[in-house]
């Protein structure tokens, strides 16, 4: 065999032997990643905006009622947010047959109490149009005998929550999307839509936040502003 030839050879086993012990001390290199775990997926959720301590936003809501008493009722409010994990929706005035979209923003807007409240698994991913998602499935660590589940679909991407669905035991379903705007350095909540659809109720509801100010005072309870 001629010297040049030899060389080649002795060269390619050289690269060929270093590619092994590459690959073989660094196996996380080919392996996929590990899912990540309810746990984990909420406690990235609840990182957004770091440096984001509280705000007040001003919230509009427009409903729309395609069932009797076929209203169209308009509610103004203000949305609060503290850390760790207070957040509520405070209307200005509630009529009686519009409580439960109360309870619904209170809900959407608060994955920092979810583990409190909640018993979550990771569902998998799915599809929201064009958008690939993380799906959490959660049911109520206190029996409820009105809703069964709520699907959360979470954006890998910022870990944003973009959408709600929640099933109930009589077969209805409220489903809630969500987009985002920035605000200086945050990403805040910009509008929501709302479809309800469960015996004797069927409704629509579109809201808008206004200005956000950030880094504000902002009791909890009886103490809000």
Do not use: C
Request: without cysteine; glycine residues 6%.
């Amino acid at each position: 065999m001629k010297f040049g030839a030899y060389f080649n050879q002795m060269r390619a086993g050289i690269a060929v032997a270093a590619l092994a012990a590459t690959l073989g001390s660094a196996p996380s290199a080919l392996t996929p990643a590990a899912p990540l775990d309810a746990h984990t997926i909420l406690t990235r959720m609840s990182e957004r905006n770091p440096t984001l301590k509280s705000y007040r936003a001003r919230v509009h809501v427009d409903i729309r009622m395609y069932s009797f008493p076929f209203l169209a009722p308009k509610l103004d409010g203000t949305s609060y947010f503290k850390r760790p994990d207070f957040y509520e929706v405070v209307f200005d005035r509630m009529p009686s047959y519009a409580r439960s979209f109360q309870r619904m923003f209170n809900d959407v807007g608060n994955p920092g109490r979810w583990e409190k409240e909640q018993n979550i698994t990771v569902e998998g991913s799915s599809w929201l149009g064009t958008r690939s998602v993380i799906v959490l499935r959660m049911t109520k660590k206190i029996h409820s005998d009105i809703l069964d589940h709520t699907l959360a679909y979470i954006d890998p991407a910022d870990y944003s929550l973009v959408q709600m669905e929640w099933f109930y035991t009589n077969g209805g379903k409220i489903t809630m999307s969500q987009q985002y705007r920035m605000q200086g350095i945050y990403s805040v909540l910009s509008t929501q839509h709302a479809t309800i659809s469960i015996p004797y109720v069927h409704a629509a509801a579109d809201s808008t936040y206004g200005e956000y100010e950030t880094n504000v005072p902002v009791g909890t309870g009886a103490k809000l502003p």
